[in-house]
């Protein structure tokens, strides 16, 4: 009886370990997704000079964009 259970265990982490390894790689994409519809949209409406303030606000918010998505799925 007790090697069932510990079948089961290991059977129970195996997919717990492959679905936390399927959902780190969807919040990658959606991240990576994210990041290049922001970029193409500043692209898109205006290019902008890479020393100026907005650059600058531009660069803080796809970093802030980054850490909330790696701090959304743990």
Known sequence: M???????????????????ECVEEVRKDIMKRRLKHEIYNK?????????????KDFEDSLLKLAQLAKDKVR
């Open 2 to 20: 007790s090697s069932e259970k510990i079948n089961a265990i290991a059977e129970q982490n195996d997919i717990e370990n492959l679905f936390v």
């Open 43 to 55: 692209k898109k409406y205006k290019p902008f000079d890479p020393k100026t303030e907005e650059a």
